[in-house]
Structure formats: C-alpha cells, structure tokens
C-alpha cells in the first residue's frame, strides 16, 4: 500500500515538472490601413503547431487533352484550395518564431462557362495568390511594432508568459 503512494506521489511529481514548460500566449492582428483582417490568441510552446482560419473549397478547372482527330477535348475537373490565414508557431531558444501564410483563391468559374459556350478550349486552373511572412520575436511579455506583411498589410504581436516563468 506505501509502495502505491510512492509511485502516486514520483508520477505526480514527474507530470508537474514536465508541465512546466515555458508557454506564452500570443496575441495577434493582421490588419490592412485600419481594418483588421484577421486576429486571434493562442499558445505558443517549444512544440510546432499551426493553426488556420479559413476554408479550404474545390474549384472547377478546365483542360484540353488533344485526340487522334485534331479536335481538343475538354477535360473538367476540381481542385481543392485553402483560402484564409495560416499560422505556426513555436519558441526556439529565447524568441518565438511566427511564420503566417495567407492564401486567396479566386475561382475561373465564368470564363470556363464563356470559353465552354463558344466551343473553345483553354488551359484555365483557379488563381491563387499566396504570400508569406516569417518573423522572429523575444520570448519576453511585450507588444511589439507592426511588421509589414506583404505589400499592404501589417502584422503585429503582443507575447505574454504563462504559469511559472514569469
């Protein structure tokens, strides 16, 4: 019976240790002049996780496979696309370390049809423009300047320390 209580009391200890992790949540804004595109909270660890917001959709896409005859035929089909915000995160050594993925896929929807009604055929995929952004932050409680992203917007970070490490 003491030897469980031993074992109770090593593995409690044990777990209280390995949650002692240093994790810090971090507040984010991507925001375009002053409009906020997109925001969010989450923790940050020494693990790599992402998180998304957005859709992943299918799109119609259109190809022409030639035959023995001349004639071209056309070939449709549907390709899945994320459209939204990507985020990974993870703290490596004494800064967290944000990379943010943006994607937005427009779909070719009316041109197919068009191309299609005048027994035309053309390569037509969806157009999906992507941009990427990597940044490097001190794993310190701080709100730090806005970073551009991309052409237009800005990313900005505020970090704050969880549990313990304070």
């Not at 859709?55 to 001349?70: A, D, F, M, T």
């Not at 896929?105 to 990597?134: F, G, W, Y």
Request: proline share 3%; aromatic share 8%; net charge positive.
């Amino acid at each position: 019976m003491v030897l469980r209580f031993l074992l109770f009391g090593l593995l409690f200890s044990l777990m209280s240790s390995v949650g002692a992790a240093e994790r810090i949540v971090m507040s984010y804004e991507l925001t375009q002049g002053e409009k906020i595109v997109y925001k969010g909270r989450m923790i940050v660890s020494e693990k790599l996780r992402e998180w998304s917001n957005g859709i992943k959709q299918s799109y119609l896409q259109l190809r022409c496979n030639p035959q023995e005859s001349g004639k071209l035929q056309r070939l449709y089909s549907t390709r899945d696309h994320f459209s939204g915000l990507r985020i990974t995160h993870q703290i490596v050594g004494s800064n967290v370390e944000v990379t943010a993925v943006r994607s937005v896929a427009q779909s070719r929807l009316d041109e197919i049809r068009a191309v299609s009604k005048k027994n035309e055929c053309r390569e037509m995929l969806p157009i999906v423009s992507t941009t990427t952004q990597s940044y490097s932050y001190p794993a310190k409680d701080s709100a730090f300047e806005p970073r551009p992203f991309g052409e237009k917007m800005m990313f900005s970070v505020k970090l704050e320390r969880l549990g313990r490490n304070k």
